[in-house]
């Protein structure tokens, strides 16, 4: 199976993290989302640690919370030492309200209002990534007002291609995020904001794209943002100190998926910035990550109950599931390719053609197309793997269905970090 922390058990029944899958279903209702809470500890100290064996500044990794974002989940990562990154004001006010320090805090966002700055500002963040001018000026302004001058990197477009999907490629030019390097903008920018009494510039930032396996594009960031920081000195006098490199790293959603080890990322980016600095006679920055979809990883699932198998003779097998694109959409909007098992079947062969559908109300709601699962029966429980970053996140309430409920296991012992949302949460805003 896609990491060794599933297993089959006695019952024939799929496990993970060494609760039974089954049993969590019929213990808290489906659809759920589990998360093996020691497997992800293990990723955040894989990223952790592995800077501290590779690099000889210290340096931060910032868990984009954006992938899966509740109360529980900042405690954890603050347990594990991580820093956060949020890309809005409701996911600043979780990390606050769950007690994560402000100051470890990394403030992102293409089209930040004046009040998420002023927000911002006003619970301390650690740090603002600039997107735009617009926002510089905004900022300056709003910390002047305040008497702050908060800490400040520039996310760049650094002008790299990586082979993703189209819609979470963000390093080349025709992006909405960033200044780009080719026209003259970054450096432009760099010259403004040093002429700001209430910016401190401390550093620059990239990410270059999500669910990247190839390591190329992270050398290529390392050299030309080392290049940046040089030329931001030899122009303006300004040696910043802090280089974020973004998160992006892949995950293995199915079988064919092969990444690269976190610990062989890390090396490979703190190796290529000593080499960059080097080459251009840069003094080491300290280094920064924003890691999402890796830090949840492939340990994480949805538990469905199927019901209805409806075969279309000569074209396909539609098994419909009590979930669908409100709590996943991602086939939908990338065709994002799955594994599912039918939980209570695990030791079966895989051996059912599927086409894997939601309940909403359309044609598209779909989980996965013609894929391999157990011969599934109205009733039976399906495991949907690796679900764990961009869904709960990106979950809907289209067609009022209910947000589900989310479980984190540790040690094979189930709690409960999201309750179930139910009908009457569904119309409490309606007036
Ligand atoms: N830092 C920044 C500035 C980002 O924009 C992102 C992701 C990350 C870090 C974390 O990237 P990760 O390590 O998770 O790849 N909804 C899409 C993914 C969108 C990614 C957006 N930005 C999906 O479901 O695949």
């Known amino acids: 199976m896609l990491t060794n922390r599933y297993s089959v058990n006695e019952k024939g029944h799929l496990t993970l993290g060494g609760a039974d899958t089954v049993e969590l279903a019929s213990r808290f209702g489906t659809p759920l989302y589990v998360f093996d809470e020691d497997d992800i500890r293990g990723n955040c100290r894989s990223f952790r640690e592995a800077f501290e064996k590779n690099y000889s500044l210290p340096c931060k990794v910032y868990y984009a919370s954006k992938a899966f974002s509740c109360k529980e989940m900042y405690r954890l990562v603050d347990s594990e030492g991580l820093c956060a990154d949020v890309v809005s004001g409701g996911e600043l006010y979780t990390a606050l309200a769950a007690g994560f320090p402000a100051e470890k805090i990394g403030f992102h966002g293409n089209n930040k209002t004046p009040d998420e700055l002023a927000f911002a500002l006003d619970s301390g963040v650690g740090r603002i990534i600039v997107d735009n001018i617009y926002e510089l000026y905004t900022l300056n302004d709003l910390a002047g007002e305040k008497g702050k001058k908060p800490s400040v990197l520039f996310r760049i477009k650094p002008g790299i291609d990586c082979h993703t999907h189209e819609y979470i490629q963000t390093g080349q030019i025709d992006c909405k995020f960033g200044f780009a390097l080719e026209n003259g903008e970054a450096m432009?920018?760099?010259?403004?904001?040093?002429?700001?009494?209430?910016?401190?510039?401390?550093?620059?930032?990239?990410?270059?794209?999500?669910?990247?396996?190839?390591?190329?594009?992270?050398?290529?960031?390392?050299?030309?943002?080392?290049?940046?920081?040089?030329?931001?000195?030899?122009?303006?006098?300004?040696?910043?100190?802090?280089?974020?490199?973004?998160?992006?790293?892949?995950?293995?959603?199915?079988?064919?998926?092969?990444?690269?080890?976190?610990?062989?990322?890390?090396?490979?980016?703190?190796?290529?910035?000593?080499?960059?600095?080097?080459?251009?006679?840069?003094?080491?920055?300290?280094?920064?990550?924003?890691?999402?979809?890796?830090?949840?990883?492939?340990?994480?699932?949805?538990?469905?109950?199927?019901?209805?198998?409806?075969?279309?003779?000569?074209?396909?097998?539609?098994?419909?599931?009590?979930?669908?694109?409100?709590?996943?959409?991602?086939?939908?909007?990338?065709?994002?390719?799955?594994?599912?098992?039918?939980?209570?079947?695990?030791?079966?062969?895989?051996?059912?053609?599927?086409?894997?559908?939601?309940?909403?109300?359309?044609?598209?709601?779909?989980?996965?197309e013609h894929t391999k699962i157990q011969t599934p029966q109205v009733g039976d429980t399906l495991a949907v793997l690796a679900t764990g970053a961009y869904n709960y996140s990106m979950a809907s309430n289209y067609n009022r269905l209910p947000r589900p409920a989310a479980v984190m296991v540790s040690g094979g012992n189930p709690r409960v970090i999201i309750e179930r949302e139910t009908y009457e949460d569904i119309i409490k805003k309606d007036i």
Request: hydrophobic content about 40%; overall charge negative; proline content about 4%.
């Open 188 to 368: 432009e920018a760099v010259k403004i904001a040093s002429a700001m009494d209430n910016i401190s510039l401390v550093g620059i930032h990239c990410h270059i794209g999500s669910q990247i396996f190839e390591t190329q594009p992270f050398i290529d960031a390392a050299d030309i943002m080392v290049k940046l920081a040089t030329d931001i000195r030899d122009t303006f006098g300004i040696t910043l100190k802090e280089i974020n490199f973004g998160g992006g790293y892949g995950i293995k959603y199915t079988e064919k998926d092969i990444p690269t080890e976190k610990d062989t990322d890390i090396k490979i980016l703190c190796e290529n910035v000593k080499l960059a600095c080097e080459r251009y006679d840069f003094p080491l920055p300290s280094l920064s990550i924003e890691p999402g979809r890796s830090i949840l990883d492939a340990s994480t699932l949805t538990l469905y109950k199927i019901g209805v198998v409806k075969t279309i003779k000569d074209i396909r097998t539609y098994v419909s599931v009590d979930g669908g694109m409100a709590d996943n959409p991602r086939y939908a909007l990338y065709g994002a390719e799955y594994e599912a098992v039918v939980a209570n079947k695990a030791d079966k062969p895989r051996d059912f053609t599927a086409t894997i559908a939601g309940k909403c109300c359309e044609s598209g709601d779909l989980i996965q």
